[in-house]
Protein backbone atom coordinates (compact mmCIF):
# COMPACT_ATOMS: atom_id res chain seq x y z
CA UNK A 1 0.00 0.00 0.00
CA UNK A 2 2.83 2.07 0.89
CA UNK A 3 3.98 2.72 -2.95
CA UNK A 4 6.97 4.18 -4.88
CA UNK A 5 4.79 7.65 -5.02
CA UNK A 6 3.90 8.05 -1.25
CA UNK A 7 7.70 6.79 -0.81
CA UNK A 8 8.88 9.84 -3.26
CA UNK A 9 6.89 11.98 -1.98
CA UNK A 10 8.06 11.81 1.82
CA UNK A 11 11.13 11.71 1.12
CA UNK A 12 11.79 7.92 2.72
CA UNK A 13 15.60 6.59 2.34
CA UNK A 14 17.22 4.29 4.89
CA UNK A 15 17.31 6.42 7.55
CA UNK A 16 14.29 7.00 9.08
CA UNK A 17 11.76 9.56 8.70
CA UNK A 18 9.04 11.00 10.73
CA UNK A 19 5.72 10.83 9.21
CA UNK A 20 3.10 13.34 9.53
CA UNK A 21 -0.86 11.97 10.93
CA UNK A 22 -1.92 13.06 7.61
CA UNK A 23 -0.13 10.05 5.81
CA UNK A 24 -0.57 7.75 8.65
CA UNK A 25 -3.14 5.99 6.28
CA UNK A 26 -0.31 5.37 3.71
CA UNK A 27 1.72 2.95 5.82
CA UNK A 28 1.09 -0.37 6.07
CA UNK A 29 1.48 -0.50 10.23
CA UNK A 30 -2.01 1.30 9.51
CA UNK A 31 -3.79 -1.55 9.13
CA UNK A 32 -2.53 -3.46 12.00
CA UNK A 33 -3.88 -1.16 14.45
CA UNK A 34 -7.19 -1.95 16.74
CA UNK A 35 -8.79 0.84 15.14
CA UNK A 36 -11.73 -1.16 16.50
CA UNK A 37 -11.04 -1.35 20.21
CA UNK A 38 -10.37 2.84 20.11
CA UNK A 39 -6.14 1.61 19.58
CA UNK A 40 -4.56 4.87 17.40
CA UNK A 41 -1.28 5.80 16.14
CA UNK A 42 0.37 8.58 17.59
CA UNK A 43 3.89 8.90 16.58
CA UNK A 44 5.16 6.93 13.19
CA UNK A 45 8.56 6.32 11.55
CA UNK A 46 9.54 5.03 8.81
CA UNK A 47 12.30 3.98 6.57
CA UNK A 48 12.43 2.53 3.26
CA UNK A 49 12.31 -1.06 5.11
CA UNK A 50 10.97 -0.25 8.02
CA UNK A 51 8.06 1.24 10.18
CA UNK A 52 7.75 2.08 13.63
CA UNK A 53 4.35 2.68 14.81
CA UNK A 54 3.96 3.99 18.40
CA UNK A 55 0.25 3.65 19.32
CA UNK A 56 -1.90 4.54 22.76
CA UNK A 57 -1.37 0.77 23.22
CA UNK A 58 1.47 -0.75 21.58
CA UNK A 59 4.97 -0.12 19.89
CA UNK A 60 4.00 -2.07 15.96
CA UNK A 61 6.79 -2.84 14.17
CA UNK A 62 6.60 -3.42 10.52
CA UNK A 63 9.85 -5.20 9.90
CA UNK A 64 11.17 -5.16 6.44
CA UNK A 65 14.63 -7.68 5.40
CA UNK A 66 15.68 -5.00 2.92
CA UNK A 67 14.03 -2.07 0.87
CA UNK A 68 14.57 -4.40 -2.08
CA UNK A 69 12.30 -6.77 -0.73
CA UNK A 70 8.27 -6.90 -0.19
CA UNK A 71 8.61 -9.82 2.60
CA UNK A 72 7.22 -8.03 5.71
CA UNK A 73 7.51 -9.45 9.70
CA UNK A 74 5.04 -7.78 11.59
CA UNK A 75 5.92 -7.34 15.55
CA UNK A 76 3.72 -6.17 18.41
CA UNK A 77 4.54 -5.17 21.94
CA UNK A 78 2.43 -3.78 23.66
CA UNK A 79 3.50 -1.56 26.77
CA UNK A 80 1.59 -3.23 29.18
CA UNK A 81 3.47 -6.82 28.82
CA UNK A 82 6.49 -5.29 27.35
CA UNK A 83 7.64 -3.08 29.94
CA UNK A 84 9.78 0.48 28.44
CA UNK A 85 13.61 1.01 29.69
CA UNK A 86 16.59 1.98 28.80
CA UNK A 87 15.49 4.71 26.90
CA UNK A 88 18.66 6.96 25.19
CA UNK A 89 18.25 9.77 22.56
CA UNK A 90 22.02 10.35 20.58
CA UNK A 91 22.29 13.91 19.01
CA UNK A 92 24.08 14.23 15.90
CA UNK A 93 27.93 15.02 15.46
CA UNK A 94 28.69 17.73 13.15
CA UNK A 95 29.06 15.64 9.81
CA UNK A 96 26.32 12.68 11.11
CA UNK A 97 23.12 13.06 9.61
CA UNK A 98 20.94 11.16 11.54
CA UNK A 99 19.81 10.98 15.19
CA UNK A 100 19.54 7.66 17.18
CA UNK A 101 16.58 6.36 19.73
CA UNK A 102 17.07 3.63 21.72
CA UNK A 103 14.86 1.88 23.97
CA UNK A 104 14.23 -1.78 25.55
CA UNK A 105 11.09 -3.20 25.34
CA UNK A 106 10.54 -6.46 27.79
CA UNK A 107 14.19 -8.13 26.40
CA UNK A 108 14.24 -6.81 23.12
CA UNK A 109 16.66 -3.76 22.41
CA UNK A 110 15.50 -1.09 19.80
CA UNK A 111 18.00 1.10 17.95
CA UNK A 112 15.80 3.81 15.05
CA UNK A 113 18.11 6.07 13.30
CA UNK A 114 16.30 8.98 12.09
CA UNK A 115 17.06 11.92 9.97
CA UNK A 116 18.40 14.95 12.30
CA UNK A 117 15.66 17.17 10.96
CA UNK A 118 13.06 15.12 13.06
CA UNK A 119 15.46 15.91 16.38
CA UNK A 120 12.39 18.16 17.51
CA UNK A 121 9.83 15.34 17.26
CA UNK A 122 12.03 12.78 18.76
CA UNK A 123 12.51 14.80 21.56
CA UNK A 124 9.09 14.70 22.20
CA UNK A 125 9.10 10.55 21.33
CA UNK A 126 11.70 10.54 24.09
CA UNK A 127 9.87 12.34 26.27
CA UNK A 128 6.89 9.76 26.00
CA UNK A 129 8.67 6.83 26.47
CA UNK A 130 10.47 8.22 29.37
CA UNK A 131 7.05 8.37 30.94
CA UNK A 132 5.57 5.72 29.86
CA UNK A 133 8.75 3.50 31.34
CA UNK A 134 8.10 6.05 34.76
CA UNK A 135 4.50 4.93 35.34
CA UNK A 136 4.89 0.87 34.12
CA UNK A 137 7.60 0.72 36.67
CA UNK A 138 6.28 2.07 39.33
CA UNK A 139 2.95 0.20 38.78
CA UNK A 140 4.76 -2.82 38.95
CA UNK A 141 6.41 -1.83 42.48
CA UNK A 142 2.83 -0.68 43.53
CA UNK A 143 1.87 -4.73 42.42
CA UNK A 144 4.22 -6.24 44.23
CA UNK A 145 3.98 -4.87 47.31
CA UNK A 146 0.07 -5.19 47.25
CA UNK A 147 0.78 -9.00 46.68
CA UNK A 148 3.28 -8.81 49.78
CA UNK A 149 0.59 -7.43 51.93
CA UNK A 150 -1.88 -9.85 50.34
CA UNK A 151 0.59 -12.86 51.54
CA UNK A 152 0.49 -11.45 54.96
CA UNK A 153 -2.42 -10.86 55.90
CA UNK A 154 -3.54 -14.02 54.56
CA UNK A 155 -0.93 -16.07 57.00
CA UNK A 156 -2.05 -13.72 59.76
CA UNK A 157 -6.03 -14.95 59.70
CA UNK A 158 -5.03 -18.17 58.77
CA UNK A 159 -3.34 -18.47 62.15
CA UNK A 160 -6.78 -17.36 63.83
CA UNK A 161 -8.27 -20.16 62.46
CA UNK A 162 -9.83 -22.57 65.88
CA UNK A 163 -12.20 -24.61 64.81
CA UNK A 164 -12.76 -26.92 61.50
CA UNK A 165 -16.27 -26.02 61.14
CA UNK A 166 -15.39 -22.59 60.51
CA UNK A 167 -12.29 -23.08 58.59
CA UNK A 168 -14.25 -24.20 55.45
CA UNK A 169 -16.36 -21.03 56.10
CA UNK A 170 -13.42 -18.67 56.87
CA UNK A 171 -11.11 -20.01 53.81
CA UNK A 172 -14.13 -19.32 51.07
CA UNK A 173 -14.68 -15.80 52.87
CA UNK A 174 -11.29 -14.83 52.77
CA UNK A 175 -10.48 -16.25 49.35
CA UNK A 176 -13.27 -14.20 47.60
CA UNK A 177 -12.16 -11.43 49.18
CA UNK A 178 -8.71 -11.58 48.16
CA UNK A 179 -9.54 -11.93 44.83
CA UNK A 180 -11.98 -9.29 44.65
CA UNK A 181 -8.83 -6.75 46.22
CA UNK A 182 -6.54 -8.12 43.99
CA UNK A 183 -8.59 -7.94 40.80
CA UNK A 184 -9.62 -3.97 41.97
CA UNK A 185 -5.88 -3.72 42.67
CA UNK A 186 -4.48 -5.17 39.12
CA UNK A 187 -7.09 -2.92 37.05
CA UNK A 188 -5.57 0.50 39.23
CA UNK A 189 -1.85 -0.18 38.74
CA UNK A 190 -2.18 -1.98 35.14
CA UNK A 191 -2.60 0.39 32.60
CA UNK A 192 -3.08 -0.98 28.64
CA UNK A 193 -3.69 2.55 27.16
CA UNK A 194 -1.49 5.91 27.32
CA UNK A 195 -2.89 8.38 25.23
CA UNK A 196 -2.75 10.62 27.80
CA UNK A 197 0.65 10.27 27.97
CA UNK A 198 1.55 10.73 24.34
CA UNK A 199 -1.55 13.45 24.13
CA UNK A 200 0.53 15.13 26.20
CA UNK A 201 3.96 15.58 25.32
CA UNK A 202 3.60 14.47 21.37
CA UNK A 203 3.43 17.77 19.05
CA UNK A 204 2.43 16.69 15.24
Same mark, same amino acid.
Not at 134 to 140: F, G, K, L, S
Not at 144 to 157: F, G, M, N, P, W
Given at each position: ???????????? #?????????????????????????????????????????????????????????????? =?????????? #?????????????????????????? #??????????????????????????????????????????????????????????????????????????? =???????????????????
Amino acid at each position: MFGKVASDVLGL #SDVGSVIKPADYDKVDADDYVLHEDNEKIFFLIKSKSDEYCFTNRALIHVDGTSAASKKRTL =RRYDYSTYHI #SNVILETAGTMDLDVEIKFTMGNVQY #SIDVHKKHLEELKDLYKALIKIAEITRENAIAMDYAKQSLDLASSTLGRHVRTEGALVEQFKELNQAAFSWLMDT =RKQYSIKDFGFVFERYINN
